[in-house]
């Protein structure tokens, strides 16, 4: 009897969320069939190794701009087509962020990457100059002494036939973005599976299953995600808080503004600028300090182990590119086959930066992102309501043959000339006033890395074969883990 209350309660609940529907929404514009009160939820309520297919299945059918219901009014627009995301990455007004994000509100805050108007406009001039040359060029100290452990790890799995590498990489960056950010270390590549890493990773997972759950928020505290998140959150916000109350005591930060620490003879972290930095003449309030810390460390940690893992991959998948790596480090290091890199040897690694750029294309650390027009948009014969929410499908955008002939190939020259052509139809940092401001910090610290690990050892795959099963956790993962062999390499 109590179950069956509760359960048309549930039910009068749904309707009514269903049937007031936000006014605003592109119901015109062509899509998959919604099923009454769920939308096209049911296509979604499977593993999240389905996700991209599906999307890729919807603009294949519906076109390069597909409407998709996800219940309870939150429709978004799937946009693959490269003009109107053009349109809306370089616009200055079309800033904020869509109803994808609301889930990371628990634990950014409204940080850098959540952040809309005045706030977002006055941390990012702020942060910005944190990410000048000068100052990333410190971090290749960083990069260099994680390295080390990092290959001190990768020499214990020498000659087995097939390795997950994912995790050790997501302890690499995890270790680099706390010394960058925070000037301490987790020494989570010693210490192995990291509580803060196991949090993080469950924290992506549960913001993207939340965009694809049938359940209005209201029901979300009676769910099992809600108190998985409880329990990340506490790691997750009693670390960062450590951090702060350390760093605010030591008297290290307070010689930060002395000009002699720029040039490099003291490492200064992300967190000790922000700790000298003012907004109006005002310093940042311990939750502002919070939320942008938190907002570092994640973005700065899952998308470059991301990046890095799938390098690997293609490397071990493609000998004949992996050769031309090796040729143009030789080229660099001569005979020096342990030697530290510095920022000109970064910048010659031409042909390192192209297979990275094309394992971005391929595998982009951030498949979809997501804005909230606020403003009509006229496109063609359509117009896209103020209020709408888009989805730019980076992951389809770059998999569109009409941008990139054979999509599927791993291709790092086609990348030689492509200055010029359609700049949208290329975009894993974002693009426009939004876009990534780690952008330079994250191709350093792949440079320093694959130039590092692919020194030390040759990479070959898995036997047997692995196939990856791709999955948009907020993060471009694979599921059932990125497999190569690893041997050592000989430098003559
Ligand atoms: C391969 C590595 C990386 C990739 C592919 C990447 C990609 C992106 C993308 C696509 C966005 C736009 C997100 C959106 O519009 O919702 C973004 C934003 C951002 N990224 Fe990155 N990122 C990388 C590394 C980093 C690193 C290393 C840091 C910090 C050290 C960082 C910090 C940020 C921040 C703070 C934002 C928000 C910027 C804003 O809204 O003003 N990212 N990133």
Redesign the pocket.
Known sequence: MYIALVCAVIVVFLLTCHFKKDSQIATYLPGPKPVLLFGNVLDFLTSTTKFLTKLVEYVETYGEIVRIHLSFSRDFVLVTDYKLTERV?SSTKM?D?SF??DSFDNWLGT?????TGAK?RS??KM?TPS?HFTILTQFIKTFESVGDNFIAKLEKLVGKPSVDIYPWVSLC?LDI?CE??MGTSVNALDHGDSEYVHSVKTMCAIVMDRVFTPFHKSLYPLTPNYFREKKALKVLHSHTDKVIDKKINSKSAESVSDSEDFGGKRKVA?LDLLLESTIDGKPLTRADLRE?VD??MF???D??A???TFALYTLATNPDVQQKVVEEQKTIFGSNQKAYVTASDLQNMKYLELV?KET?RLY???PI???KLNEDVKWDDITLPKGQAIT?F?FGIHRSPKYFPDPLKFIPERFENYEGKEPFSY????AG???????K???M??KTTLSKVIRNFELRPSTPEHVLLLAPETILLSKNGVRISINRRKWE
């Open positions: 990455l800033l962020k994808l994000y940080g850098l990457l959540t952040s977002w941390r990012r942060i990410f960056t973005i960058a950010v992300f942008e907002t570092f973005e700065g940690h998308t470059t991301s990046a890095i990275i971005l982009p650390s951030v992102i997501g804005r730019l980076i975009i894993p940092f974002s006033p939004r876009n990534c401001i780690g952008q910090f994250a191709m610290e792949l």
